[in-house]
């Protein structure tokens, strides 16, 4: 899979649908046949995966040490409320209204694609979010980047 972009402004219907935005619905080829999974973000936001990419991080998870209680409550909060969305004729997605609940989205959202997710923030707390830019930039970006080894252009 090819890694997600953009960022987009949604809002959600009164019932709580959400419609994917076509160019975002493009990028999700296979979304049709074999749907996608949300659950909490680390934030208080929400994350939607592609089913595949979601089996691969559950796969990861039930790697884990089941014995030791930090693998137990991690594996506990990460899932919790995780939830299968498919689109229905429209190409909407129906989302879960407890998620929506602990994210605090109300009916205006922004779905910023990072990789292979993408990140579901009620649009005040990504607003929020974005405001509060490291005041050096460049500083972040040597200090989590810099040691790589690899030249990017830009």
């Known amino acids: 899979m090819s890694h997600l972009i953009g960022e987009f402004d949604c809002k959600l219907d009164a019932k709580g649908r959400l419609m994917v935005p076509s160019g975002l619905k ?10 996608l999974v949300i659950n909490r973000g680390f934030e208080k936001h929400l994350t939607i995966y592609s089913k595949a990419e979601w ?3 559950t796969e990861e998870l039930a790697q884990l040490n089941p014995y030791e209680k930090k693998n137990r409550e991690f ?20 989302m879960p209204k407890a998620l929506l609940e602990y994210a605090g989205i109300g009916n205006e959202v ?17 607003e929020v979010q974005m405001d509060d830019e490291p005041e050096n930039f460049a500083n972040l970006a040597e200090e989590v980047m810099g040691n790589k080894g690899r030249s990017v252009n830009g």
């Open 26 to 35: 493009k990028q999700l080829p296979l979304v049709d046949a074999e749907g």
């Open 55 to 57: 089996d691969k991080i």
């Open 75 to 94: 594996i506990r909060y990460f899932t919790r409320g995780s939830s299968e969305l498919s689109l229905d004729a429209s190409g909407r997605v129906l």
């Open 110 to 126: 922004v779905l910023s694609c990072q990789f292979n997710k993408i990140e579901v923030w009620a649009k005040e707390a990504y």
